[in-house]
């Protein structure tokens, strides 16, 4: 007997896989699923080999901006994103950190100017590997898990 569980395949779309756990809500904000009329299927705490325990979403005919993309590496850094169509993957790749990501963090320095602004954050890993934000209007740099506020 088979205990493993899935969410069925679509047949256009994309498909979002080894989300660490707990940021498929990141994405769901992001791509703003929960007002969206595109079929969905939301793996949470999901058994995984290489993390512990993972999300996974499928997006039936849903297409990407870079910027969304962007946005989603931000959380997902690591995950796989494969492209289907016709029920074939017909890309797929591993997410990476963006380099800047434009209006998604609003900057918690409350002087800052980019509140009148579009938001726009360097971001990089430091030697511990946590992901550092840093704000190109004020230039401060924050714990992306010290980040409270987003622009979706």
Not at 78 to 106: C, M, N, Q, Y
């Amino acid at each position: 007997m088979n205990d493993r569980k899935h969410i069925g395949y679509i047949e256009n779309g994309i498909n979002l896989d080894h989300i660490p756990h707990g940021n498929a809500w990141y994405v769901m904000k992001i791509l703003n699923l929960f007002n969206s009329h595109s079929q969905a299927g939301i793996g949470l705490n999901l058994p995984s080999k290489k993390l512990g325990s993972k999300d996974l979403i499928k997006i039936e005919n849903r297409v990407l901006t870079q910027n969304e993309i962007d946005a989603i590496s931000l959380f997902c850094t690591g995950s796989t994103l494969s492209i289907i169509k016709d029920f074939k993957v017909i890309d797929k790749f591993i997410l990476e950190l963006p380099k800047v990501v434009h209006d998604v963090i609003v900057c918690p320095n409350k002087r800052c100017v980019s509140h009148q602004h579009v938001s726009k954050f360097n971001t990089f890993v430091n030697r511990k590997d946590i992901t550092i934000v840093k704000c190109h209007y004020c230039e401060k740099e924050f714990n992306i898990e010290d980040i409270s506020q987003y622009k979706f």
